[in-house]
């Protein structure tokens, strides 16, 4: 064989890893590390995930019971913004060293979820063999880590003896989880049917060159397992998450009900609750059109990939689903940067191109890419600023954080404020409780605007 056995690759057309190799998501061969390094990989991992998990769910209640605050509205954004360039990553289109490196950021940041490859180190390359063993972890993940969120909000309920809130977060946590786990849970089904072709009615899987697609153990975990995957977790969560929200439309800006949902419908307008789910849908469909379209022409599928986010931008641009116009382009520029990507790779694709224009064009995809992630930090931590200033007044009155931090209260900000409680102001008109609120386990006045005004136990 004339493989480069020294850097792990083997089989056909060498496209396979060695058995003490792994391959990495930009199909390259990359040397495992100890069993012991592994298990610490995971466990940082796990710990990483728990704390982005954590902020999610504290962000999500935090929109929930004081709706200016917007900050999950913008995590959801950059995770959004996050897994479209790890979608276009996924594209062969010769990009050079610096891009992918750059991609791998996105990675690493946009998939903390996506980690389930690294339990291939710990697996023998026996059968079953590594590619189905990361399918079945996989696709088990979410029945999974609801058993353990089960478990620790049933904990909460025991101890604290609060059963509607332990309810309510419960399944406010699985919420955020199956947001988070979604697009991973479905990139990695398509996997299964992303193969290459080499003719003579011969193709093998991407993902693993030592298994022939359609015969054997892929025919079996592909229609026993990766089918029903797609349709019950990738078609199933959007579309569940969907009759949720048509069913209690009528009840968004109920505590309990943003407790539980706000998740999904925080920050847009009440004609647009459903606007989550159809990015939800987008993303899949996105995630389709790369593996479908994988034996296409590089060009063609540049073009295609490029029409179906700008048909997104124009769609969403036409929607304005969101309250405020800021989230509103926040939200184009999140597809319109990855649309830039895609179609640098059309000028990548072309051998004709110098390595002066190659460096060029690099540098404009990371420009583009730096720039909406310090226009996305300048808003997001405004928001922040915003809300750390109403709960410590005091701290940033002082002169020495007046010098530090600019001014937040801004003629612009307040207008925007203003916008946001007349949005809040036609979805709300209860009238004065002062009662124990089941969703909050607290004493909570409720004013006829709908807004939380305070928390008395």
Known sequence: SNCDHQNGYTGTLCASCLSNYILSEDYQCTKCPSQFQSLLILF???LVSLAVLGLLVRSAVMSALKPKSLFSVYLKIFANYLQLMVLTSAYDFKWPVEVTEMFNIHRQMGAVSDQFSRFACLVGDENPRRVFVIMLITGLAPIIIMVGTGVIWFGYWVVRRERVKAVNYFVLTNV???????PVITRRAFT???CHDIGLSRA????????????GEHQIWTFNFAVPVLLFWGAGIPTVGLLVLIKNRSHLQRI??????????NGYKHSSFYWELIIVYRKVLLGALTVFSSQWDRQV???????FILVSVSIHENQKPFIRKELNSMESLSMIVPGVTVYCGLYYISDSMSSAGKLMLFFLIALVNMAFVALWLLRALRD???YLKKKFPAFFSSSTMKSILPSIDSPRSEEMDSDLEQEHDQDSTQDHIL????ALGAKTLIVPKGRLLFNRR
């Open 435 to 438: 009662s124990k609120h089941p």
């Open 301 to 307: 599928q540049a073009l295609v990939a490029t029409g």
């Open 256 to 265: 309990e009900t943003k407790i539980r949902y706000g998740f999904l419908y």
């Open 44 to 46: 940082l991992v796990l």
């Open 176 to 182: 955020v989880v199956l947001f988070l786990l979604h």
């Open 384 to 386: 922040v600023r915003l």
């Open 192 to 194: 299964m049917f992303n």
């Open 204 to 215: 093998f899987l991407r993902s693993d060159y030592s298994i022939e697609c359609w015969t």
